[in-house]
């Protein structure tokens, strides 16, 4: 059954490979430059080992997932945007022309859209089609979807990832695509942290004043509906969550299972990532936060994820967007770990001190 493969999933993720550790921070040590002098880069390329387990790690081939859903809480006026859009967009992804497309090919990456929940017929040879259902209920009055199909939308990004993995693809980025669904990402932050929706909704798309208080409204009518459990995260997933949500949740503890890293994108993508690190602490080595968005309660999120933003650059796109430009610095990471000369083979003397 879902749950009892969801156990085994979380069973099987490990801690990170400190012997690779040591190794990489040896190897940091030697080469030419004062120690410490590449600052984040440096901790990036001893996380970068400790997940593979190779001190020199490289990544060839990766790939974003963008998981597409519908949201039921539409219907309340959440968005600046009407829901048809994430099909619309959808379509945009497999014909390259949106923002992850762009960004992805800049990065050598692979965009898989997944329609796991779009409420839209979606045909297309290049869509994963992995439709739970379409969409979820409005989770202002009742559960957005059954533990059963939260359990299976987690299983499904697992899934593909494990797949993707025993291709060689061996770094992951988490996309995502629903309209309404930065309203379910803030009833599972508050949920699953106790902070008041005040703190956790934000603009989304960029609505106004009154459709951000008509929003906060929602998500407290949502958490007082629902009462999802803060101690279970496939219940928070299921009662204010998303289906797109769950998927980036199996996405994350497919990548910790197969020992690659994966980035995480924005708002909704580290709701995902709080939500798989209640599920299975050891997962969160496995997280690498790609940027800050300006979606209010991102920067919290984050220090819940004890998670160091690379980059802030006021993006709030979601998609993927901030996790393909952070490939650029995994990339930098790995490659001065690979090619940069060390003091002995350039003949350049030590400081003093060693
Ligand atoms: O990634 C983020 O931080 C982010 C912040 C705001 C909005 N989004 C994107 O915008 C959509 C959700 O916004 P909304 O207003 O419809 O809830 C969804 O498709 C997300 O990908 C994404
Ligand atoms: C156009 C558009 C593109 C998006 N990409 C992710 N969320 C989005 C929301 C809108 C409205």
């Known amino acids: 059954m879902g749950y009892d493969a969801?156990?085994?999933?979380?069973?099987?993720?490990?801690?990170?490979?400190?012997?690779?550790?040591?190794?990489?921070?040896?190897?940091?040590?030697?080469l030419t430059k004062p120690p410490g002098s590449l600052g984040k880069l440096e901790g990036l390329a001893v996380k970068l080992a400790g997940i593979t387990g190779e001190a020199l790690p490289e990544f060839p081939r990766r790939t974003v997932f963008v998981m597409a859903a519908d949201h039921g809480v539409c219907e309340e006026g959440v968005s600046a945007f009407p829901a048809e859009v994430t099909p619309q967009m959808v379509g945009n992804f497999l014909a390259g022309g949106a923002a992850v497309n762009v960004l992805a090919r800049q990065a050598g990456a692979d965009?898989?859209?997944?329609?796991?929940?779009?409420?839209?017929?979606?045909?297309?040879?290049?869509?994963m089609q992995r439709k739970v259902r379409y969409g979820t209920s409005n989770m202002a009055k009742g559960a957005a979807m059954t533990r059963e199909e939260a359990e299976a939308a987690v299983?499904?990004?697992?899934?593909?990832?494990?797949?993707?993995?025993?291709?060689?693809?061996?770094?992951?980025?988490?996309?995502?695509?629903?309209?309404?669904?930065?309203?379910?990402?803030?009833?599972?932050?508050?949920?699953?942290?106790?902070?008041?929706?005040?703190?956790?909704?934000?603009?989304?798309?960029g609505i106004d004043d009154e459709r951000?208080?008509?929003?906060?409204?929602?998500?407290?009518?949502?958490?007082?509906?629902?009462?999802?459990?803060?101690?279970?995260?496939?219940?928070?997933?299921?009662?204010?969550?998303g289906l797109e949500i769950a998927g980036l949740t199996g996405v994350i503890l497919g990548a910790a299972k197969s020992r690659c890293p994966v980035v995480i994108d924005g708002f909704i993508s580290s709701v995902a990532a709080l939500a798989a690190s209640r599920l299975a602490p050891e997962a969160a080595g496995y997280m690498i936060a790609s940027h800050v968005s300006a979606e209010q309660g991102h920067r919290q999120l984050l220090r819940e994820l004890k998670l160091d933003p690379m980059l802030e650059l006021g993006m709030r796109l979601g998609e993927g967007t901030g996790g393909v430009l952070a490939l650029h610095l995994v990339d930098a990471a790995s490659w001065i770990m690979r090619e940069m000369a060390t003091f002995e083979s350039a003949g350049i003397s030590t400081g003093g001190d060693q």
């Open 6 to 30: 969801i156990l085994e999933l979380i069973g099987s993720i490990g801690g990170l490979d400190t012997v690779a550790m040591a190794a990489a921070e040896e190897h940091l040590g030697r």
């Open 212 to 241: 951000l208080r008509r929003k906060i409204e929602v998500v407290q009518r949502a958490l007082e509906v629902n009462r999802p459990d803060p101690g279970d995260p496939l219940d928070v997933l299921a009662k204010v969550g």
């Open 155 to 205: 299983l499904i990004g697992a899934r593909l990832v494990e797949e993707a993995a025993s291709h060689g693809v061996r770094l992951f980025v988490t996309g995502e695509m629903g309209i309404g669904n930065t309203t379910a990402s803030a009833a599972m932050m508050s949920a699953l942290t106790g902070i008041s929706p005040e703190h956790s909704v934000g603009r989304g798309t």
């Open 111 to 127: 965009v898989v859209c997944v329609d796991i929940g779009v409420n839209a017929e979606l045909l297309h040879p290049a869509l």
